[in-house]
């Protein structure tokens, strides 16, 4: 299979009339993965130097990597009517097409190059370009883009797009980016030329403006600045940005905000109010949940920000030993911290 991949992405790096990009090559034939791991999956420039204890999702790229020559290519794969799937092998990232009248909309279009120029593929097999992309939030791993998924506009909410802005309008943004967030095995896979060119939707504009299905935003304060959920009513499908996932505990936007646990408790109810609209649940990272899942999920959640608030151990399969990524119980010890922190700090009790 690694031969068929390799010589299916050398067509196309033809057929795009470019020279072959080094990040496109699949995965075995570049650099050993697996022999670092730091962080990611955090804020764009917060984390201080030095972090470590967050730890990538290195183990399970390892094994993809290994099953690369077994395997086919990735491609989408249908959850709704008109709605695909790619799901990365970075920490399950799962990125979103929707078909619409003269092309498609791609949300969080994915992490790794090679995994996106087989979603530009894909998408081209389907006839249609890409008229219109979406980023759910400013975190880097969901503001990436491919050049050959061409040059649609690339939204986000105001809040998103300013929040990008003011973390790259620095020279030295992307080098940080790459040093200090990207775990280090797969930071040359990851493309950052086209970082976070987003155009920010006006606050009071529901919908995507797109010639497709009715994409409704909904926007609230909780993972990180201006994060968006997407509900596409007429597929029963929601997007749920960095929340619901069934490997992802909540992780709270702990930067400049005055209660991260009520704005995270305020954006569960936003999505429990539109749960009956929803039959199919994609996560930023993690399995697509059916419609049992979306009470479950959000009752999840819920019950792990109540335990973050009072400080008790949560009882969660996402953190512990049963976990998915072993890192998570960092993350939820680093929250733990930095809430106590705040307390401290305002003089309020926990
Ligand atoms: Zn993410």
Same mark, same amino acid.
């Given at each position: 299979?690694?031969?068929?991949?390799?010589?299916?992405?050398?067509?196309d790096?033809?057929?795009?009339?470019?020279?072959?990009?080094?990040?496109?090559?699949?995965?075995?034939?570049?650099?050993?993965?697996?022999?670092?791991?730091?962080?990611?999956?955090?804020?764009?420039?917060?984390?201080?130097?030095?972090?470590?204890?967050?730890?990538?999702?290195?183990?399970?790229?390892?094994?993809?990597?290994?099953?690369?020559?077994?395997?086919?290519?990735?491609?989408?794969?249908?959850?709704?009517?008109?709605?695909?799937?790619?799901?990365?092998?970075?920490?399950?990232?799962?990125?979103?097409?929707?078909?619409?009248?003269a092309?498609?909309?791609?949300?969080?279009?994915?992490?790794?190059?090679?995994?996106?120029?087989?979603?530009?593929?894909?998408?081209?097999?389907?006839?249609?370009?890409?008229?219109?992309?979406?980023?759910?939030h400013?975190?880097?791993?969901?503001?990436?883009?491919h050049?050959r998924? *061409?040059? &649609?506009?690339?939204?986000?909410?105001? !809040?998103?797009?300013?929040?990008?802005? +003011?973390? =790259? @309008? /620095?020279?030295?943004?992307?080098?940080?980016?790459?040093?200090q967030?990207?775990?280090?095995?797969i930071?040359?896979?990851?493309?950052?030329?086209?970082?976070?060119?987003?155009?920010?939707?006006?606050?009071?504009?529901?919908?995507?403006?797109?010639?497709?299905?009715?994409?409704?935003?909904?926007?609230?304060?909780?993972?990180?600045? *201006?994060? &968006?959920?997407?509900?596409?009513?007429e !597929?029963?499908?929601?997007?749920?940005? +960095?929340? =619901? @996932? /069934?490997?992802?505990?909540?992780?709270?936007?702990?930067?400049?905000?005055?209660?991260?646990?009520?704005?995270?408790?305020?954006?569960?109810?936003?999505?429990?109010?539109?749960?009956?609209?929803?039959?199919?649940?994609?996560?930023?990272?993690?399995?697509?949940?059916?419609?049992?899942?979306?009470?479950?999920?959000?009752?999840?959640?819920?019950?792990?920000?109540?335990?973050?608030?009072?400080?008790?151990?949560?009882?969660?399969?996402?953190?512990?030993?049963?976990?998915?990524?072993?890192?998570?119980s960092?993350?939820h010890?680093?929250?733990?911290?930095?809430?106590?922190?705040?307390?401290?700090?305002?003089?309020?009790?926990?």
């Amino acid at each position: 299979m690694g031969r068929a991949l390799h010589q299916r992405q050398e067509i196309d790096a033809l057929d795009s009339g470019g020279s072959l990009d080094r990040r496109d090559e699949p995965v075995q034939d570049r650099t050993e993965l697996g022999k670092l791991s730091r962080s990611h999956l955090a804020e764009i420039q917060e984390m201080p130097p030095g972090f470590d204890d967050y730890r990538s999702c290195t183990g399970l790229l390892q094994q993809a990597v290994a099953n690369h020559k077994r395997r086919e290519p990735p491609v989408l794969r249908q959850v709704a009517e008109g709605v695909l799937i790619h799901e990365s092998e970075f920490c399950q990232s799962n990125a979103v097409v929707v078909q619409g009248r003269a092309g498609v909309l791609l949300i969080d279009p994915g992490v790794l190059g090679y995994e996106m120029a087989a979603v530009a593929n894909d998408v081209r097999e389907l006839g249609r370009p890409v008229v219109a992309g979406f980023s759910t939030h400013p975190h880097w791993d969901h503001l990436l883009w491919h050049a050959r998924l *061409g040059e &649609a506009p690339r939204y986000g909410t105001a !809040r998103c797009a300013a929040t990008v802005r +003011d973390r =790259l @309008s /620095d020279a030295r943004a992307k080098v940080r980016i790459a040093e200090q967030l990207i775990p280090p095995d797969i930071a040359e896979q990851v493309p950052l030329d086209l970082l976070g060119l987003i155009t920010g939707l006006p606050a009071e504009m529901a919908q995507i403006p797109w010639d497709g299905p009715q994409v409704r935003i909904i926007e609230h304060q909780a993972h990180a600045p *201006g994060h &968006a959920a997407l509900l596409i009513e007429e !597929r029963g499908v929601l997007v749920a940005g +960095d929340m =619901l @996932s /069934d490997v992802l505990i909540p992780m709270l936007d702990l930067n400049d905000t005055a209660d991260p646990i009520e704005d995270y408790l305020a954006a569960l109810r936003l999505f429990e109010s539109v749960a009956g609209d929803v039959d199919v649940l994609v996560p930023g990272h993690g399995s697509i949940g059916g419609a049992d899942q979306v009470h479950v999920r959000i009752d999840q959640d819920r019950a792990y920000v109540h335990a973050l608030r009072d400080a008790r151990v949560p009882s969660d399969p996402r953190v512990g030993p049963s976990a998915a990524f072993d890192w998570m119980s960092g993350v939820h010890e680093r929250q733990l911290q930095q809430l106590a922190r705040r307390s401290e700090r305002d003089g309020t009790p926990g």
